[in-house]
């Protein structure tokens, strides 16, 4: 079954205005995309099985996201400001409220391939690995998500490679352990800044993390910590980019850029993806958001 094919036909029945934008920008599609999707969605539909549900479960709660989006777009526009600014705020909203986090997380797992700018930067990850994987013997990701980028460090890494997840959400974490039934990984339910390891890790990636924290130099600071002298940390984190969980604002790549140095770090490689097909000009003026990530080192004296 062409899953991706389903999943924009049931969208465009729902929803025919965001469906066209999905179909305009699907001309990067090829036969590696199809792969990866497929095999992704598949094992989606089989967790879905397990809770009796479909995958039109899913493709609703992506379109109650889509429309929490839309308001917080509208708003963004008007204020120039991210609807939230506080932890307090976005964990009352969104992360301790059951029915809340639950659709946000299922409508996050469709984006990842229905959004260019996701699978580019996912796509740029899994093609970067396996030149960092060398010696790596403790691995660790800060906001697995869905689990997306740590089923492809399982794949890539050394088998001897132990792992570890840090996630705020419990929501978050069973969903990724359902995706990645590996008994080399360990999952701690907690806020990162109270993680106190054994050990330092060589390997960490922190995706689409920074932009909800209120002091991201702060956590980036604390990776630092947490990472060995030779390791190799991997972000990701949009500029302009509302929504309901959203906190720090980062205007434009610069920003980010600069909090990189600001904590200590050298960008080894990196790649920013525009989230519309319009001209940099035009993408500066209307606020689109960029999806930024960077494969990072520590500053050694």
């Known amino acids: 079954m062409n899953y991706t094919a389903y999943i924009i036909d049931q ?7 965001h469906a066209k934008k999905l179909k305009k920008h699907s001309d990067w599609i090829d036969d590696e995309y199809f792969r ?10 089989q967790i879905l099985d397990h809770q009796n ?26 204020s120039g400001k991210y609807s939230s600014t506080t932890f307090a705020e976005v964990n009352d909203r969104v992360y301790s409220s059951p029915n809340v986090i639950e659709y946000y997380m299922h409508g996050l797992v469709l984006s990842q391939f229905l959004w260019k700018h ?43 490679c132990k792992f570890s997840v840090v996630d705020v959400s419990q929501t978050s974490i069973e969903l990724a352990q359902k995706f990645n039934c590996d008994e080399r990984v360990r999952y701690h339910h907690m806020n990162v800044f109270n993680f106190n390891a054994e050990t330092k890790f060589d390997f960490i990636v922190m995706g689409e993390v920074l932009e909800h924290v209120e002091q991201p130099l702060n956590l980036l600071l604390k990776v630092n910590d947490l990472l060995t002298d030779n390791g190799t940390l991997f972000i990701t984190t949009p500029t302009n980019a509302p929504a309901i969980d959203h906190i720090y604002l980062f205007n434009s790549v610069k920003e980010i850029q600069n909090i990189i140095k600001l904590a200590g770090f050298n960008i080894e490689s990196q790649m920013s993806f525009l989230s519309e097909d319009v001209s940099k000009e035009k993408a500066e003026k209307l606020k689109v958001s960029i999806s930024y990530g960077a494969f990072l080192k520590k500053q050694l004296s």
């Open 53 to 78: 549900r479909t995958i039109d479960f899913a493709i609703d709660c992506y379109l109650g996201m889509i429309a929490d989006m839309t308001i917080e777009r509208v708003e963004f526009y008007r």
């Open 36 to 45: 990866e999707a497929n095999s992704f969605y598949q094992k989606y539909v």
């Open 11 to 17: 969208i465009e029945s729902l929803n025919p205005v």
């Open 118 to 160: 996701h699978y580019e930067l996912f796509t740029h990850f899994s093609k970067s690995l396996p030149t960092f994987i060398e010696n790596k013997k403790n691995y660790l990701e800060i906001g697995a998500g869905h689990g997306l980028y740590l089923s492809k460090a399982l794949k890539v890494l050394n088998p001897e």
